[in-house]
């Protein structure tokens, strides 16, 4: 399968503990996003990579929150410590290499994040 | 900022009617418009999209066009089936803001009967 693929697919854990996602983009693709996903509502953008550059933060993305993607191949989501607001499915999606058209956004299955 | 707004759900619809999904939405430059599809159980799937006025996106048996002067781009099926029943969301990209994330709308969920 040469899809997007994110582990772990489910993680509990009790607040105030540190998690961390992995994402695993589409090998020829440069262009990496996370997204988070509320019950009931859309995704909505939290962090975005061009190669192991990180060129776009969202506002949501709180002090919490660190990604990194090293070597421009595989990235990390980390939340520290975690709050129940923090419960939602974190999605990756990858993009491929070029200019001006937005290239269609290939997204994970996610990884879905419980805090109790 | 860039919003997408999408009609309620669930649409409930019975084998072979009649699909449309209204979204309408708000940008600074001139976006590129989306729909993405999400099947229970699996990830966001794109489904078709536009880049400019009146572009029509089409992809199994789903179309939509984008529309600048109502700024829409309802998702519309002629006849649906019961397996197209998921999760839609409208969503934009907004290049001219220099932004490449996606802005969505809440999403639609459609139950098909059969």
């Known amino acids: 399968d040469t899809g997007v693929s994110q582990n772990p697919r489910h993680k509990i854990t009790k607040r105030g503990q540190n998690v961390t996602f992995r994402c695993d983009p589409i090998s020829e693709h440069n262009r990496l996003y996370w997204y988070r996903q509320t019950l009931g509502q859309g995704p909505e953008f939290l962090t975005y990579?061009?190669?192991?550059?990180?060129?776009?933060k969202s506002r949501l993305l709180s002090d919490r929150f660190s990604a990194e993607r090293p070597k421009g191949s595989f990235s990390t989501l980390e939340i520290q410590r975690t709050e129940q607001g923090d419960s939602a499915m974190y999605l990756c999606?990858?993009?491929?290499?070029?200019?001006?058209?937005?290239?269609?956004?290939?997204f994970g299955p996610g990884t879905r994040l419980t805090v109790t | 900022g860039d919003s997408v707004t999408q009609m309620e759900g669930p649409v409930t619809l019975s084998e072979e009617a009649f699909l449309t999904i209204n979204c309408t939405y708000t940008?600074?430059?001139?976006?590129?418009l989306f729909w993405y599809v999400q099947y229970p159980g699996e990830g966001l799937q794109l489904l078709l999209k536009a880049t400019k006025a009146d572009d029509k996106g089409s992809n199994k048996g789903f179309e939509a066009t984008y529309r600048k002067e109502t700024t829409s781009f309802h998702l519309e099926k002629g006849s649906v089936q019961v397996s197209d029943s998921a999760v839609y969301f409208c969503a934009l990209s907004d290049l001219d803001t220099g932004r490449r994330a996606l802005t969505f709308g809440s999403g639609t969920r459609l139950q098909v009967q059969p």
């Open positions: 940008a600074t430059g001139y976006p590129s």
């Open positions: 999606a990858s993009s491929p290499p070029g200019t001006g058209q937005p290239y269609e956004q290939y």
């Open positions: 990579f061009q190669n192991e550059a990180q060129l776009e």
